[in-house]
């Protein structure tokens, strides 16, 4: 495949074992082509079958994360295409990614470019970011996970203002509100989310994903049975060789040696 143009990909940390990737079309503030969001894609499955690769952040540039999905490619398609093709459908390869997936936002994360940023595990936020779904203003509503996540985790009040006024909120808010874990100076906001990256990517990689998993069943299931596959996946880390050896370096006290099995 031809080396991706709209995205730029670099392994950081001290191990390296962070994937920094850039969203890189700064002369549409990351508006989310089509060529865009394939190259992010084919990107973070190879990432996501990388062993060297712990953890992956995603970020923008101090203007924007991404102002959206992009509206001139939009503008002239009609309901069967668009509808036939199940356009959007594709950008769930973001949320199915194995591996932690932080989002580190500063600037617009405007529409699919807010949507993008749920899609992630964890979102840390420079204090100048901007997040909102302004899809209202243009005639058309989130099409990326907006109306469910923002109901999910901000709850419905918060929801329903943001995707009916369109308006946008700023990093602080985005926190008190949930969307956002923790809010730096926009400088630090990558080099805190890489930190982050790497206190997850020095536990067992394997305990890790199923840890994940537990946590995403939360966002699509009743509590008894999300309750019920946590525990089932707890009990499933007993078959692992990485449970044993926490278990016994913590009895040693030592520092465990991860085999990711
Ligand atoms: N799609 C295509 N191009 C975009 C874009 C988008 N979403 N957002 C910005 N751009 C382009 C602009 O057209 C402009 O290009 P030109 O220089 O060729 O004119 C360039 O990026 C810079 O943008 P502005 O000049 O507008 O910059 P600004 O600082 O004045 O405003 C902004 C910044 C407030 C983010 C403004 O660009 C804006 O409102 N963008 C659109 C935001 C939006 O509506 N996003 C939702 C899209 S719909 C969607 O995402 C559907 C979904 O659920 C998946």
């Known amino acids: 495949a031809a080396a991706p143009e709209m995205v730029k990909f670099e392994a950081v940390g001290a191990s390296k074992n962070v994937a920094l990737i850039t969203l890189n079309r700064p002369k549409a503030l990351n508006a989310l082509c089509n060529q865009l969001m394939t190259e992010l894609r084919d990107l973070l499955q190879r990432l996501d079958a990388d062993k060297s690769i712990g953890a992956i952040v995603i970020t923008g540039s101090e203007r924007a994360f991404a102002a959206g999905a992009d509206i001139k490619e939009m503008k002239d398609r009609e309901f069967s295409s668009t509808y036939s093709s199940r356009f959007l459908e594709d950008w769930c390869a973001v949320s199915d990614v194995n591996k932690p997936v ?9 529409g699919g470019g807010c949507e993008l940023a749920l899609m992630c595990d964890i979102i840390y936020a420079g204090d100048k970011a901007q997040f909102g779904q302004p899809e209202i203003n243009i005639g058309t509503i ?5 109306t469910q996540r923002w109901a999910r985790v901000a709850g419905k009040s918060v929801a329903m203002e943001v995707c009916l006024t369109g308006e946008r909120m700023g990093a602080q808010e985005a926190k008190e509100v949930g969307i956002v874990s923790k809010v730096f100076p926009a400088a630090e906001c990558v080099p805190a989310a890489i930190k982050l990256g790497e206190k997850i990517a020095a536990q067992s990689p394997l305990i890790v994903q199923m840890c994940k998993e537990g946590v995403n069943r939360a966002f699509e299931t009743t509590l008894r049975e999300g309750l019920h596959v ?22 040693e006290k030592r520092k465990p040696q991860w085999k990711a099995e």
């Open 230 to 251: 946590e525990r089932r996946l707890f009990h499933a880390t007993f078959a692992t060789v990485d449970r044993k050896e926490g278990m016994r370096a913590f009895a």
């Open 142 to 146: 989130p099409g990326a996970g907006g």
């Open 102 to 110: 932080i989002a580190a936002v500063n600037g617009f994360a405007l």
